[in-house]
């Protein structure tokens, strides 16, 4: 191009427009510096946003596999007592779709040969969605089959061919459709789907068993909604089950966050010294303007705006990357996505820039006291 | 010459070298922290997850069924077969003894409780609180307080030797009995040393001592069921095979495994005519509960190697950079590529060791800080892990400085020392 027309072109171009020119043509010129510094800043905010993404949510994903424990609150009747026959719905509207509410109910039968038995009346699907542990070799599927434990076996239906039970003069014949195993009171039982139980022993739902989301408090939050909703019942947390999620989940959680610290610490670091290194290097164009006569506030303005875009994109770019980490750690370790925390975005950008501003301010501080000649001389 | 070099490097670049030496001492500190940390987050959460309770259940092995509803048993107490109280110290005696946390044996009972004109029929649970046992030159304490950590006692704990009991919480409000009262079990008054919150079927009973229990059936050295809580294993592919089916070798892998199965089996092999049983509820889903946290830490070590790695790299390539006249100059003075890099190889190696140590040892007093602080135990730094971590801090500086060092020795000397760089 031809020295007229570009002196042409310059004349025309607004005088604001230095100070952006000057900016741009750093980062264009210093390619590979400048580069190197961006993907410091990068890394850094990637691995901060994965961090508190991750902190963020995997409370709820723990929670989520914590309620694979069962049932952490109990409603039965107050004093033995059935439970009012709209009991279910009652507990599931003051639930609100946070939980699982499991109807059972209990008596004590007679076996064939004159054992006592515990029979108990469940709804076979929610009880799989509960109670995931338990081992069963084949659920109920027809009418007339029952669930057999694995020591009630021996006493009902030793062979295992079809077997009666009597309750109260009524008499129900069952075919065994599979043994149930769980290491604790359940082997004991005969499982029975709730109508038919219902209608050969006539009794309703005694007790229900609750699976709800939600911290500690949270669950006792829960649990007083719930009695208020039905007061003639008797709703009790399962304290076996909350303290010890609440112990667990409260070390990881702690755990988590030194991790966090530690990482977010190390990148912050990895930042700074990349950056300060960065505008120490470039003490040349610093004297230069400084020898043209630029202000000292112009040339602090000039190198707080360079380390504060750099912070910006370097924020921007890192926060896309540190979702798209946490969603795949999410998915390796959960199997379920992590989701993108945008309220994280304001925090990493707020922290990006001021990491880098303050990794501006340190040389800058160190250069002002230093004559533009000396540094020009290059020493 | 080299050697003078190296040394004449180090002492009149001190504050620079001091610079690169810190990050390296960070990196790794902050990398030897997170190694030992996700190293043992297994262990100090699986025993965390034992708060859980009891994750094993030994009964007898010709034992009738039960028949409870509610934690109230409804069948005599004296059917069935029971365990001998003197055979449970051989529990401290199986293979994995030591992951054997605590045991607690359980004796209910059917009594009547309250004066004659408000006389009701209530359960009675004898057990261990916290029972001194000795087996073989093994001392250690175990009941209910280790493996139910979520009893929760209004008053004291009773002593085991003590004919005091707990009131279930339940039970104390409907006869009106509070700590400090005395209550009749079968016609017998016994003091009540606390209330006893529990959430679960006990809120309903009464705890005692099981000598108490012994002596209200008239079977001494009765016990009917035994809890035990173990450290296991997360159960793989092995430990769902059935061990009957397995050869000599395999069964021996089996068997040294602790899982929660072949703990089970050596518990039966243990106690004389008993089966013992995994409680699913528990036993299965500390698996996958421990499964997730450590990988979870393992994801998040990575991420922290993965950024201390690129401390220390941008670290040592801002050190060399810097230094492109003395490059220039020694290539000037005709040193070949080869000796120039060398020397700053050496530098690099020289550097990461010294700070490596220093880091290693900083990152174990970070470990043990965090142990401390979140699990009330120590982190053990496993010996091996100081060559590791040495030889992951020499190699992240070594490709660190690599880059740098190329483009320093391509570089032109004249521009170098003209410096324009």
Redesign the interface.
Known sequence: MSTPSLAERRAAVPHTSMFLRMLVRAAVMRRGRAA?ALL?MI??AA?AT??MN?YVD?QA??RK??R???ANIVV?GKD?TSLPADALQQMETALGGRGIAVPFA?V?ARATNG????VVGADFDRVQKL?????VSAWPTGEGEALV?M??LP?VSPDGKPFDLSFQGHTIHLKPSGTL?????E??RVYLPMPEFLAWSGIQTT?IEIAANGSAEEINGIVGRLSEALPVADV?????????EA??LG??R???Y??AI??I???A??VL??LT?WVF?RRKDFAIMKALGASESLISGFFAAEAASLGAVGAALGFIIGIG?AAW?GR???NAPVVPRFSVFPVVLAGSVAVALLSAIVPMSLLRRVQPAIILK?E | MFARLLYESFRRQKRRKL?AGV?IT??VA?AT??IA?ATD?GD??NR??R???AN??VTPQE????????GVN??PPSDGNFLSEADLPKIKGTFWRHNILGFSPMLPVNVTVGSSGRAQDATLVGTYFAKHLVFGKDEFTTGVRNT???W?VDGVWPADDSSEVLLGEHLSQKLQLRTGDTLSINGQSIHIAGVL????AE?GQIVAPLPVAQRLLGKPDAVRRVYVSALTKPEDALARRDPKTMSGELWDRWYCSPYVQSIAYQLQEAIPHSHA?????????EG??LS??K???L???L??L???A??VS??M??AI??RRREVGLMKALGAGNLAVAALFFAESTLLALMSGVTGFFAGSW?AHR?GR???DSQITIEPVLFPVIMAIAVVVTFAGSAAAIRRAVKFDPVFALR?DA
Not at chain 1, 131 to 135: A, E, I, L, M, Q
Not at chain 2, 63 to 70: K, L, Q, R
Not at chain 2, 197 to 200: D, L, Q, R, V
């Open positions: 190197s410091a890394v850094a691995v994965a961090m991750l995997v994903k723990l596999e914590f694979s424990y069962g039965v033995g209990y004590v054992q006592s038995v515990v109670n995931r542990w338990w081992s434990g020591r009630a006493v195993q769980t290491g604790a009171a082997d004991s007790t009790r947390p399962v304290r076996q089950i909350v303290e010890g112990r667990v070390k990881t702690a755990t988590l030194a991790a530690l990482i610490l190390t990148a670091l990895c010294a990349t290194g290097d980490i750690i390796a370790n959960f290059g | 610079l990050a960070l990196g902050v922290a997170m940390v987050i100090k959460i965390e997850l708060s859980y309770g094993l259940l034992d009738t069924i039960d028949v409870e509803i509610g409804l069948k139910h950590p979520w929760k919150s529990t959430g679960g809120d049983e995994q409680i699913r509820q528990v036993a299965q889903n996958t509960v997730r946290i990988g979870l830490m994801l998040i070590t991420a922290a993965f950024a201390s690129l401390a941008a670290a390539a801002t950079f810097e970070l965090i602080s979140i699990f410096g």
